[in-house]
């Protein structure tokens, strides 16, 4: 963990970043596969005189990133303690609801020895799968993969949500929670302005396709770090082989991450679910034929 105090704000407009500069301006980076591979940019000298404090977390399913902005009440203890409940909350997770645990809950719920309506957390997990594959014509279906019920195109960017409710419980209202593609953000970045994210071309690794700039929301991407093999076809249980990627916006991340999970299966079939009457977009789907 690092914590450190910004120096004072100056009186400036935030601009937004032109793509073919966005890994230099941004404060965020989905995508990026060079040898600095992490999800802060060079930004993250602030102006706000607060403190900035991030913190990286490996767990069995998901490696995360928390980047906040401190009150300017809030000590170096108060924030650690903030941190150190978030990360807590991101480890809980991965040992009850985790498909790779075989006793966790949802392996429990696989297996036939529990049911969801036993453990609340569960059943909302289930409940979201649910909708999501009515949302998406059955395109994101956590039934329909090998091994029985598997929420992990969703679970991810539940457990962001969940870690962000404790930062903000702990008073915190300036923040980024990233899982490696995908983030949720609140407020102002470092620099006292708003989050500007990079999200970078799959097919050209070292390009930015786009930089938003973001004061609150989620960003679920497919596809976008290159890597193939990662999302099953589920009318035909086939692996899906699109080069390509699919990026999502809207208000909750787990939400966003199985939309653009079931864009980047679907490909153009999907276009016609966005924009959607709850707030999500589609940035932009580019799904081909390896």
Request: proline share 7%; with cysteine; hydrophobic share 45%.
């Amino acid at each position: 963990m690092t914590i450190q105090r910004a120096p004072l704000p100056s009186r400036s407009v935030a601009r937004a970043a032109r793509p073919r500069d966005g890994r230099g301006r941004a404060d965020l980076w989905l995508g990026y596969q060079g040898q600095a591979n992490r999800p802060f940019g060079a930004a993250t000298a602030a102006a706000t005189g607060r403190l900035v404090a991030r913190h990286a977390v490996h767990t069995s399913a998901a490696d995360f990133s928390l980047m906040l902005v401190a009150p300017e009440w809030m000590t170096r203890r108060t924030v650690s303690l903030a941190i150190a409940d978030a990360v807590a909350e991101l480890r809980a997770i991965d040992v009850t609801y985790s498909p790779l645990r075989r006793g966790s809950l949802v392996s429990l719920l696989r297996r036939g020895e529990v049911t969801a309506e036993a453990y609340p957390p569960l059943a909302d997990i289930v409940a979201r799968c649910d909708a999501m594959r009515a949302a998406t014509d059955g395109w994101f279906d956590a039934w329909a993969v090998p091994g029985g019920f598997d929420p992990g195109g969703l679970l991810k960017g539940w457990a962001v949500e969940r870690a962000a409710a404790r930062l903000r419980a702990a008073g915190i209202s300036d923040y980024a929670v990233v899982s490696e593609a995908d983030l949720t953000v609140r407020g102002s970045a470092p620099h006292g302005g708003p989050w500007r994210v990079a999200i970078h071309d799959p097919r050209e690794p070292r390009r930015v396709a786009m930089v938003l700039e973001m004061t609150e929301g989620a960003v679920g991407t497919s596809g976008i770090t290159g890597h193939r093999g990662h999302v099953v076809d589920p009318h035909t249980g086939a692996t899906v082989r699109h080069v390509g990627s699919a990026v999502v916006t809207g208000p909750d991340l787990a939400i966003a991450d199985a939309y653009a999970t079931a864009l980047f299966a679907a490909g153009p079939a999907g276009l016609g679910w966005f924009p959607t009457v709850d707030g999500y977009r589609m940035l932009f789907a580019d799904c081909r034929p390896a």
